[in-house]
């Protein structure tokens, strides 16, 4: 009962780089939308460089920034974003908050909690692209990308099989 190995539960905790890799690209075609819509070029240049960082990070197992850069970093960019609109309030602005913000979230995942606040997130960056477009095209390339973020989610509680 007070040994100190740990328990499957604690184990349980950890996500394999298969599902760190499909969570990463979930989170890149969801923010494609707002990429290719009304967002400035910086801020979808952020984006899939903070997504590139962590795939790097991923592929050379190199640890994860500290949450104090991590901290920074987003700070920096909401400043970046208020003096690009004049204000963090509104449409457009919290778009860019949002798309931002999910990419910073994915450089801090370490674990299964975290993986699943990132998949919120994605759910949320999805609905989001219903602010910029409301066509069937759309919310068919939504849908799948659903599928594709709760594949991957039922991947992290059968970790022995591929998530599609």
């Known amino acids: 009962m007070f040994s100190s190995k740990p328990t499957p539960t604690e184990n349980s905790s950890s996500l394999l780089r298969h599902n760190v890799y499909w969570l990463l690209a979930c989170l890149f075609f969801a ?5 290719m819509g ?3 070029v910086w801020i979808s240049a952020i984006y899939v460089l903070v997504l590139a960082w962590r795939t790097w990070l991923l592929k050379t197992q190199s640890k ?11 700070f920096g960019y909401m400043i970046g974003v208020a003096v690009q609109f004049h204000s963090i309030v509104g449409k457009d602005a919290g778009v860019a908050l949002v798309v ?18 990132s998949v919120l997130l994605a759910y949320f960056l999805l609905l989001c692209n219903f602010i910029l477009d409301q066509s069937i ?4 390339y ?10 991957n989610m039922i991947g992290w509680q059968h970790p022995d099989k ?3």
């Open 31 to 35: 923010g494609i939308p707002q990429m």
């Open 38 to 40: 009304e967002l400035p």
């Open 64 to 74: 994860l920034p500290a949450r104090f850069l991590l901290a920074m970093l987003a």
């Open 100 to 117: 931002g913000l999910v990419a910073f979230k994915a450089l801090e995942t370490r674990n299964v909690r975290d993986a699943f606040i």
């Open 137 to 140: 095209g759309m919310g068919i």
């Open 142 to 151: 939504l849908l799948i990308l659903v599928w594709l973020i709760t594949a």
């Open 162 to 164: 591929m998530p599609i």
